[in-house]
């Protein structure tokens, strides 16, 4: 039962990350095997340096990437996923960004400073669109164009345009000025 509880546990944890209602991004140096790349799979975006190792090492323990296995597909396609879990194969972060895991790669020096300029430019941004931009594109997600995903983006547009902040974004916009949420915080 402890075996069972654990593997939950983890799971849990990964569709938290997977949920959390604000942007994440991982930031990958050096290795991140297993359930690591898992978690880089889980965030909205990744980056990393040129030369990060990624692995789906489980194979080689006598293991299966059961638990990430969902986030590592959506991350990179089912072909790349069988590609890595069936040969524990490393792979570079220059191919992780070829895979589409990555966003961007940069040297090992200048990674801080992409860092900082990711984070800059997530915080030009309405905190309740990006809100509502996570829970939409996880509805659409499947890519499948229903009438009932047609009726939720109907609705996610004509709730977010009449909120507080799209109302600003909006004025903001017409006025040529910044919005509020982008003025220094006194």
């Known amino acids: ?3 069972l509880a654990d593997s939950r546990e983890l799971a849990e944890l990964m569709h938290n990350l997977y949920q959390l209602k604000i942007p994440t991004l991982a930031v990958v140096q ?3 095997f297993g359930g690591a790349l898992g978690l880089i799979s889980c965030c909205d975006m990744a980056i990393g340096t040129v030369d990060a190792q990624l692995c789906l090492s489980e194979v080689r323990i006598g293991l299966a990437p059961a638990v990430i296995s969902p986030f590592v597909v959506q991350a990179i396609g089912e072909r790349a996923a069988r590609r890595y879990a069936l040969t524990a194969e490393r792979f ?3 191919r992780a960004q070829e895979l589409g895991l990555f966003a961007e790669c940069y040297a090992a020096d200048a990674l801080e400073q992409a860092v900082v300029e990711w984070v800059d430019t997530l915080l030009l941004n309405s905190p309740q669109a990006m809100l509502a931009s996570k829970d939409l594109l996880r509805e659409v997600g499947s890519g ?3 009438p009932a995903l047609r009726r939720y ?5 004509a709730r977010i345009r ?3 902040e799209g109302q600003e974004g909006l004025r903001a ?6 919005p509020a949420w982008q003025e220094p915080q006194a």
């Open 30 to 32: 050096g290795a991140a």
């Open 144 to 146: 499948v164009l229903t």
């Open 1 to 3: 039962m402890a075996n």
């Open 92 to 94: 570079s972060g220059q």
């Open 162 to 164: 009449v909120s507080p």
């Open 173 to 178: 916009f017409l006025d040529k000025r910044k």
């Open 153 to 157: 983006t109907e609705n996610a547009i």
